[in-house]
């Protein structure tokens, strides 16, 4: 049986950790702008208490994912670092070196293979590996454009590597198809799919090797929040960590919030859904 979260903001329960792991889309901003009470929150953790590493599922090496920062207001001092899927998938695609990689995702994903050493190709049959970084024609491209696609690589044993397992990702008030939601039918076709980012472990190994850097010692798990709005991905993945975890109502299922008054009951039911457990929840971060 899955607990309710208690109702809390970060301010409220601070002291009880020396660390964050926080999730970025959905939480810190939409893909337009940042939440600024999402930042101060972050702003004052990091004043008050310890590190926040900010943790994505964003498919492109952290320098890039960090470029969009000042224009969407996200201040430097509300994090000491940032680790993304797209790093994590890096050394996955460095094991199937030299390829062929058969992409799947927008060109502005390209820089996740900078400096790799890769041949890519165009052709299912010829290819070692499929790395999916999105769908090609955001944001509003379907899943089920790719089917026959899929069914075709999944036929042939390409495993794939999805370098954002997020099914949605909130930009601006609309939810758009991530990778996941790719991954997951090539699944159901029978195909294996390898992923990096959260809510498995490689993501996890960077943060914690940042905190160690940062902090000169071994982190204590039980004195480290995760902070996210994906049960099946930030949720589950601190459930895996053994971490606490504070769920974030308002990014990708914050239309699922209509009653305030009736927040923790919607927010136990959807975890319930998704078999993720969270200590805490709250519609945003807040301090």
Not at 115 to 136: D, H, N, P, Q
Not at 241 to 269: N, Q, T, V, W, Y
Request: hydrophobic content about 40%.
């Amino acid at each position: 049986m899955i607990d309710p979260p208690r109702l809390a903001t970060l301010g409220e329960i601070a002291h009880n950790y020396d660390a964050v792991l926080c999730d970025v889309w959905g939480v810190v901003h939409n893909g337009r702008m940042a939440f600024a009470e999402a930042v101060e929150a972050l702003q004052r953790f990091r004043a008050e208490h310890g590190p926040v590493i900010l943790i994505t599922n964003a498919p492109r090496p952290q320098e890039y994912v960090t470029r969009l920062f000042p224009g969407l207001g996200v201040m430097p001092d509300s994090y000491d670092a940032v680790v993304s899927s797209g790093d994590a998938a890096r050394f996955a695609l460095e094991g199937f070196a030299p390829g062929p990689v058969y992409q799947i995702g927008p060109d502005f994903d390209d820089p996740l293979y900078e400096g790799i050493e890769l041949e890519f190709t165009e052709k299912a049959g010829s290819s070692a590996v499929v790395c999916c970084t999105g769908l090609r024609h955001l944001p509003d491209d379907e899943p089920t454009n790719y089917h026959a696609e899929l069914e075709e690589l999944s036929d042939l044993g390409v495993p794939m590597i999805c370098a954002n397992p997020d099914i949605v990702f909130r930009f601006g008030d609309k939810l758009v198809w991530a990778a996941g939601s790719l991954a997951q039918i090539y699944e159901q076709l029978g195909g294996r799919v390898i992923r990096p980012g959260k809510p498995d472990g490689a993501i996890y190994d960077l943060a914690f090797t940042k905190l160690e850097e940062l902090e000169g010692r071994k982190p204590d798990r039980t004195r480290v929040l995760a902070i996210g709005d994906g049960p099946a991905t930030d949720v589950k993945g601190a459930m895996r960590e053994d971490l606490d975890c504070m769920f974030i109502g308002g990014g990708i299922h914050g239309d699922a919030f209509e009653d305030p008054e009736d927040f923790i009951r919607s927010a136990h039911a959807i975890l319930t859904n998704e078999e993720a457990e969270a200590a805490y929840a709250a519609p945003a971060l807040l301090w």
